[in-house]
């Protein structure tokens, strides 16, 4: 589904940064940062225009041959790694940040992988979210028709429980991004301390 979303010449989100992102990354310390179910890589890009060091991980491989010329329009380097969520590994202590912006999983893998985030993350280190709710469905302006793949507080105060939430609550905002993401969205938004 994913290489067929982004076999467009045009990005399916756009090329700006996820404005929750954009508005919150400072509070990830400066170093490697690890970003989840990436795309086509605006926010890898945009990190690393201000300095960090991005790792994007993303199951679609046409989705990464479009991050990676991002990164070349935009004059930056990121690390790109295709593999499945299911089966990639996050390693212990090594990343200074973690984000995780509108990453689609079901609930099981969902929790697995955000409990190996946890993990992940050094001391200090900072996971940043921001997710679809499952009002979202009553918007059907994007995140897909599956309640099963949207997020909770209380899943994510379950899965991250570890950390130390600075920002943490569900909102509606305006999303603009490309032409899958477009108009009232149902969302959680989270900043969250190892």
């Given at each position: 589904m994913w290489d067929e979303r982004y076999a467009?010449?045009?990005?399916?989100y756009g090329k700006e940064p996820n404005t929750f992102l954009a508005e919150n990354y400072q509070a990830i310390p400066q170093g490697r940062v690890?970003?989840?179910?990436e795309g086509e890589g605006r926010n890898a890009v945009f990190l690393a225009q201000k300095g960090y060091s991005v790792t994007a991980v993303d199951g679609s491989e046409v989705g990464l041959k479009k991050a990676e010329m991002l990164a070349k329009e935009k004059g930056v380097e990121i690390e790109l790694i295709h593999a499945d969520l299911a089966e990639f590994d996050i390693g212990?202590?090594?990343w200074d940040g973690i984000i995780s912006i509108f990453c689609p999983l079901p609930t099981e893998l969902r929790s697995q992988v955000y409990k190996s985030a946890?993990?992940?993350?050094?001391?200090g280190g900072v996971f940043l979210l921001e997710a679809y709710t499952?009002?979202?469905l009553k918007h059907a302006t994007g995140g897909g028709k599956s309640?099963?793949?949207?997020?909770t507080k209380e899943s994510l105060l379950?899965?991250?429980g570890r950390l130390n939430f600075s920002q943490l609550q569900e909102i509606e905002r305006?999303?603009?991004?490309?032409?899958?993401?477009?108009?009232?969205?149902?969302?959680?938004?989270a900043v969250a301390t190892k």
């Open positions: 467009d010449k045009d990005y399916a690890l970003s989840l179910a212990e202590d090594i946890v993990n992940g993350l050094k001391a499952p009002e979202q309640i099963d793949s949207m997020t379950s899965d991250l305006d999303v603009i991004e490309g032409i899958y993401h477009t108009g009232k969205g149902a969302v959680i938004q």
